[in-house]
């Protein structure tokens, strides 16, 4: 499609769930390239750029807070980030890009100040390189060559056999870095310049499951051969004392244990490897769910856990009474304490480890080896011991 053919996206048209969207960092990144760009060729400052979106369908009309020469040769614009009604901690921040010819012929990426540097495998990005990822960097790349070719069809005898320096940074991205996860991720120095659309959908849900892929992808990093999923805090301490794994090998997967596990799935056979060990570590309250082929745990979209342990308790033979009171339990700690002074109660939790790690098992068959651990409120130990 040819950037003619191209329809605005309108950020002003809310979702469907009657919130406004936003601009990405990639997408006011490219936009600041762009304005830069245009000051570099024509000497002209445009007020508002459009930016082509990853689709090539459409592209979004950005404002531009600032365009100047900066005496060496450089060109700076500057963007101010809205993050809709999603925003996240890099809202309202300025996003700048300092644009400069050079005689290699190429698009080359810098991290400006604010701008994080990528330090552990794992990440989209090679070690050593600007946290800019794939898209945004495309997109960049398609912004300077729509000026390029606009300077061409004004110009046509002019040339443009050159190349461009972008330099990419954020004012007080370093502090604002500091409350996101790039210090776990071993990205330095600022934040990360993010986007696969584009935009920014108002669902503070789908940047937490991106966020897990980002995990899966960093705890496999340098053959990692043993991964903790970690529901929630209950289970941490296990995974650094018992199992003796360092943070960045564990991944908080929150309610989204399906997502986590196809992420891993997704990993191992893009890698062509396998993983020795997965662990689930965490409260049977989110897990045990799984026994009733529930994999987004959170409350609002499954019932309690209760149905399916009290179902395995009548299948293994316990009292019809003590089934009965399980299931009709106010919490899956109430059921647990029912439980706690009978007989054969850690069997039973054993159990119930197998059967989650059998169903969770099937969902990830490029793991090895799947093992589940069980905790109540206090941390101790449900089931097996180690």
């Known amino acids: 499609m040819s950037v003619a053919e191209r329809s605005q996206f309108d950020l002003q048209a809310l979702a469907l769930n009657g919130l406004r969207r936003g601009r990405t960092t990639g997408s006011c990144a490219t936009a600041a390239v762009k304005a830069a760009l245009h000051f570099l060729l024509h000497g002209e400052r445009r007020e508002q750029v459009e930016v082509t979106l990853p689709d090539g369908a459409h592209y979004l009309l950005v404002p531009i807070q600032l365009v100047k020469p900066l005496g060496n040769g450089a060109v700076r614009a500057e ?73 061409m069809a004004e110009a046509p005898a002019a040339g443009f056999d050159t190349g461009f320096d972008l330099s990419i940074g954020c004012e007080n991205g370093e502090a604002i870095a500091r409350k996101t996860f790039n210090p776990r991720l071993g990205i330095v120095g600022g934040i990360s310049i993010l986007g696969t659309s584009g935009i920014v959908e108002p669902m503070s849900l789908s940047t937490w499951i991106a966020s897990i892929e980002v995990y899966v992808r960093v705890a496999l990093a340098g053959n990692g051969d043993c991964v903790a999923y970690l529901p929630g805090k209950i289970g941490r301490e296990y995974a650094k004392d018992v199992l003796g794994l360092a943070e960045k090998r564990t991944v908080q997967i929150a309610n989204f244990l399906g997502e986590a596990l196809d992420f891993m799935q997704g990993a191992l056979l893009e890698e062509g490897r396998g993983l020795d060990v997965l662990w689930l570590a965490g409260h049977p309250g989110k897990l045990a769910k799984v026994l009733d082929g529930v994999w987004d745990t959170h409350s609002s979209k499954s019932n309690m856990a209760m149905a399916g342990v009290a179902r395995v308790a009548a299948e293994l033979g316990h009292a019809p009474a003590l089934v009965e009171q399980m299931e009709n339990a106010n919490t899956v700690e109430a059921a647990m304490e029912i439980l706690k002074n009978e007989a054969g109660a850690q069997a039973f939790w054993i159990e119930i480890e197998r059967r989650i790690g059998a169903l969770a098992h099937a969902r990830v068959p490029a793991v090895r080896r799947l093992e589940v651990r069980l905790f109540d409120l206090a941390g101790n130990c449900l089931g097996a011991d180690a």
């Open 79 to 151: 963007v101010l980030k809205d993050g809709g009604d999603d925003p996240d901690s890099t809202h309202g921040a300025t996003i700048f890009a300092e644009v400069r010819r050079n005689d290699a012929r190429e698009i080359r990426f810098f991290a400006g100040r604010g701008v994080g540097t990528a330090t552990q495998p794992g990440l989209r990005v090679a070690v050593g390189e600007p946290a800019i990822n794939p898209v945004p960097r495309q997109m960049m790349r398609q912004a300077v060559a729509e000026v390029l070719d606009e300077a």
